[in-house]
Structure formats: structure tokens, C-alpha cells
């Protein structure tokens, strides 16, 4: 995608992505520079995501790499007080950083589930709770969390699925709370998603994966970053509180 092409529906406004180094945060923070936000590239490895940023800036594009861990609020006060005194405020989140530690539930280790916990649930309110009053200081905002089709449960990810799950009832929450301060709070849930993960899946086992969902092919990484762009838009204006499904028609709820 040329960071040319589209239009600049973020004109002006100041992003932060988490687990920007790779994958779908990667993608979003190229979306949202391509339509022309500033955005801080944030993620626990910071050179992968110095490669996100370095990338966006030699097309041309404002983007600036941050080392952040989500599951530490003092690293969540540096990264949203670095936006606001570098860039001047703090106009969207996009709370995409997770990963997996997948075992039945029987089998699984409790470092394994509060790992993924932290992360993914508890990572993603302590965002929210940073960036909300900095949104307040701008009247207004827009934050966008990262939740998945496995919500509804997934075979082998209890962790997982119990994180994506409280997302969706943190996001409606945020929904409610803030709504009156201008801030909107959405959500995406991803299905699976052409990434190296999936693409080293064995051959036939993708093979059904596949042949399960309707439009017969995983995501990508572009297309869930064009959802997120959407959510964060003022084309979405009217919409808070709402989880979108990204699956290829692989859920309906």
C-alpha cells in the first residue's frame, strides 16, 4: 500500500499502535500514517518496531518506534506522556499487542493463563485508562481494541479465549463510560489471518481451516488494518461500543 494512496481521514491527529512491530499493529500503523496520522509504533521489541517506523518514514510518512511493554502502567504513563509532549496529545489507540500460550485447559500452566491474561486483557485496560484522560484533554478520541473470533472459545486456547472474550465487555463499557466526553471505544475481532504464523500451519490442517470459513481464505493483515482505520475514522462516528467482525463470515454475533 503507498502511503500516497489514501485518503487522509487522520489529518493532524496523533495515534498510538501497540504490538506494532509485526503482523496486523504493523499494518495498522501504515494504514493510519497513509491517512495521515503521526503514529507512535509501539511494541516490547523495540528494534522490530524501529523497522515498522523506519519503513513508514522512508515512504514519506511520520511514524516514531517506542518500547513498550502493555502490561506495565509505568511504561503505559511514558508511552501516552511521550505523545502528548512530543506530538501534542494522544487522538487514537489502537490496543493490538498480544500473543499465545496454547494448551487445553486440563494441561495449562497458571504462568501460561495469567501470562496471556496480562497481556491481552489487562494490557488492554491499562491502555484505555492512560489514554482516556489525554483523550478528554483533546474532547475527544477514538480507541479501537483487538479482540478475535476465538471470544466465542477455541479449542486449546481457554487463556485466549477468555481475554478476547473480556475485551469485548471492556470495550462496551469504555462505550458507555466515555461516550459522553466525546471518546468512542470499538473493537475488532479478527479471524485467522494470512501471517508466518498460519503459514507455517501444517498443509491439510489449513486446508480445513479454510474450507470452514465462507469466503474460502484466511485474511490479511491490510484488510483487519482497514477495519481498525475504519473504527478510528470520523466515517464511524455514530458508532461506539461495537465489536466488528473480521472473518470472512465466519461468525455472525
Not at 463510560?177 to 489449513?206: F, K, S, W, Y
Not at 470520523?234 to 454475533?253: F, K, P, R, V
Request: aromatic fraction near 4%.
Amino acid at each position: 500500500m503507498s502511503l500516497a494512496r489514501t485518503t487522509p481521514r487522520f489529518r493532524g491527529r496523533i495515534a498510538l499502535v501497540t504490538g506494532a512491530g509485526s503482523g496486523i499493529g504493523a499494518a495498522t500503523a501504515r494504514r493510519l500514517v497513509a491517512e495521515g496520522a503521526h503514529t507512535a509504533c509501539a511494541d516490547r521489541d523495540l528494534a522490530a518496531a524501529a523497522i515498522t517506523a523506519q519503513a513508514i518514514t522512508d515512504e514519506g510518512g511520520s511514524a516514531e518506534a517506542i518500547g513498550h511493554d502493555v502490561t506495565d502502567p509505568t511504561s503505559w504513563e511514558q508511552a501516552v506522556r511521550h505523545c502528548i509532549e512530543a506530538f501534542g496529545g494522544l487522538d487514537v489507540l489502537v490496543n493490538n499487542a498480544g500473543f499465545t500460550r496454547d494448551r487445553t485447559a486440563v494441561k495449562m500452566s497458571e504462568s501460561e493463563w495469567d501470562e496471556v491474561i496480562d497481556v491481552h486483557l489487562r494490557g488492554t485496560w491499562l491502555g484505555c485508562r492512560q489514554a482516556l484522560p489525554a483523550m478528554r484533554e483533546r474532547g475527544g478520541g477514538a480507541i479501537v481494541n483487538v479482540s478475535s473470533e476465538s471470544r466465542h472459545g477455541s479449542f486449546g486456547q481457554a487463556n485466549y479465549a477468555a481475554a478476547k472474550a473480556g475485551i469485548v465487555g471492556l470495550t462496551r463499557t469504555i462505550a458507555l463510560e466515555h461516550a459522553r466526553h466525546g471518546i468512542r471505544c470499538n473493537a475488532v475481532a479478527p479471524g485467522m489471518v494470512d501471517t508466518p504464523l498460519t503459514q507455517a500451519m501444517d498443509a491439510e490442517i489449513a486446508g480445513r481451516m479454510r474450507a470452514a470459513i465462507p469466503m474460502a481464505r484466511f485474511g490479511t493483515a491490510n484488510e483487519i488494518a482497514a477495519a481498525i482505520s475504519f473504527l478510528a475514522s470520523e466515517d464511524a462516528a455514530y458508532i461506539t461500543g461495537q465489536t466488528l467482525n473480521c472473518d470472512g463470515g465466519t461468525t455472525w454475533s
